[in-house]
């Protein structure tokens, strides 16, 4: 019997801290704010690869060149995703912040090429 109390007492405890965890991130990550800082940046990289891509320079480092490009739009994406300001973080999402403007590049690249084919 007291077994069982035990058991229930841990069950409760458990769910208590689990519903305190998910108000926790809740109240400090606004999901629909990080939604739209990545969508800004996202929309910032495909502009700026139309805008300054001359089809001619490496497309890892045309890549960098938007990435830095869309610098504004990276960092609020970084402080709106981690407002304590870990630096892992800040390094993580400017390399995929680079990584994604290369492969817009690429992909912006490989669609000119492909519409010039069926000339």
């Not at 458990?14 to 926790?24: F, G, H, I, R």
């Not at 504004?72 to 300001?85: K, R, S, Y």
């Not at 912040?97 to 069926?118: D, L, N, P």
């Given at each position: 019997m007291?077994?069982?109390?035990?058991?229930?007492?841990?069950?409760?405890?458990?769910?208590?801290?689990?519903n305190s965890m998910v108000a926790?991130?809740?109240?400090?990550?606004?999901?629909?704010?990080?939604?739209?800082?990545?969508?800004?940046?996202?929309?910032?990289?495909?502009?700026t690869v139309v805008m300054i891509d001359d089809g001619a320079t490496d497309s890892a480092e045309m890549g960098a060149r938007v990435a830095r490009s869309c610098g504004a739009e990276i960092t609020a994406l970084v402080l709106t995703t981690d407002p304590n300001g870990d630096p892992v973080v800040a390094r993580k999402i400017n390399a995929d912040s680079m990584f994604r403007a290369t492969g817009y590049v690429i992909r912006s690249r490989y669609a000119a090429s492909a519409i010039g084919q069926k000339r």
């Amino acid at each position: 019997m007291w077994l069982s109390r035990i058991a229930i007492a841990i069950a409760a405890t458990t769910l208590a801290s689990c519903n305190s965890m998910v108000a926790l991130f809740e109240e400090d990550y606004p999901i629909d704010k990080v939604d739209g800082a990545y969508t800004a940046r996202d929309s910032c990289l495909k502009w700026t690869v139309v805008m300054i891509d001359d089809g001619a320079t490496d497309s890892a480092e045309m890549g960098a060149r938007v990435a830095r490009s869309c610098g504004a739009e990276i960092t609020a994406l970084v402080l709106t995703t981690d407002p304590n300001g870990d630096p892992v973080v800040a390094r993580k999402i400017n390399a995929d912040s680079m990584f994604r403007a290369t492969g817009y590049v690429i992909r912006s690249r490989y669609a000119a090429s492909a519409i010039g084919q069926k000339r």
